[in-house]
T-cell receptor, first 111, second 113 residues
Framework: GNSVTQMEGPVTLSEEAFLTINCTYT??????LFWYVQYPGEGLQLLLK?????DKGSNKGFEATYRKETTSFHLEKGSVQVSDSAVYFC??????????FGAGTQVVVTP | DSGVTQTPKHLITATGQRVTLRCSPR?????VYWYQQSLDQGLQFLIQ???????AKGNILERFSAQQFPDLHSELNLSSLELGDSALYFC????????????FGQGTRLTVV
């Protein structure tokens, strides 16, 4: 079946550091890939998405490229802020819209 | 604000009881999804409705059921509750039957005591 694996957290960084969160997936066919972010006490917000191989999703300084050859969709940001502290979820959608999520990675950014 | 409204925000109930969680999708969205978020299982897809019809089913227990009404709001019914059902339940909505972008509500935190 389909699955998403992302690096375990927490990831602790200083402000302005570079952030990478690794995400790999297993799926049949050609899934769409997503990164969602969950701030404390809130629901999930779509951060970015990519619907086909080599697509790059970007938003708010975050980027991720859909790599079919390595089945990966790693999230990157060049310079994090304290306000980026949250839990980040990688997800795929392969059939009928349901999302399959990774376990989530908590990111803590310190001043 | 995602435009998806879930009520109630918090619910505390006893084992064996039955509760109903409600979700109003974003205006214009025809698909509603329910997810369960727990510490041990992470985020699990439960069920999807599209324009009133069940579209996809995930790891939803037989004690749980859902429906989508003609006005497109949805309800998730949880019965014979157990301690392990304590979790955050999210509703999400999207425009069509296949998710290109789903918008999530703030969730209902269910505590079973």
């Amino acid at each position: 079946g389909n699955s998403v694996t992302q690096m375990e957290g927490p990831v602790t960084l200083s402000e302005e550091a570079f952030l990478t969160i690794n995400c790999t997936y297993t799926a049949t066919g050609y899934p769409s890939l997503f990164w969602y972010v969950q701030y404390p006490g809130e629901g999930l917000q779509l951060l970015l998405k990519a619907t086909k191989a080599d697509d790059k999703g970007s938003n708010k300084g975050f980027e991720a490229t859909y790599r079919k050859e390595t089945t990966s969709f790693h999230l990157e940001k060049g310079s994090v802020q304290v306000s980026d502290s949250a839990v980040y979820f990688c997800a795929l959608s392969a059939s009928w819209g349901k999302l399959q999520f990774g376990a989530g990675t908590q990111v803590v950014v310190t001043p | 604000d995602s435009g998806v409204t879930q009520t109630p925000k918090h619910l505390i109930t006893a084992t064996g009881q039955r509760v109903t969680l409600r979700c109003s999708p974003r205006s214009g969205d025809l698909s509603v999804y329910w997810y369960q978020q727990s510490l041990d299982q992470g985020l699990q897809f439960l069920i999807q409705y599209y324009n009133g019809e069940e579209r996809a089913k995930g790891n939803i227990l037989e004690r749980f059921s859902a429906q989508q009404f003609p006005d497109l709001h949805s309800e998730l019914n949880l019965s014979s509750l157990e301690l392990g059902d304590s979790a955050l339940y999210f509703c999400a909505s999207s425009e069509g039957p296949q998710n290109t972008e789903a918008f999530f509500g703030q969730g209902t935190r269910l505590t079973v005591v």
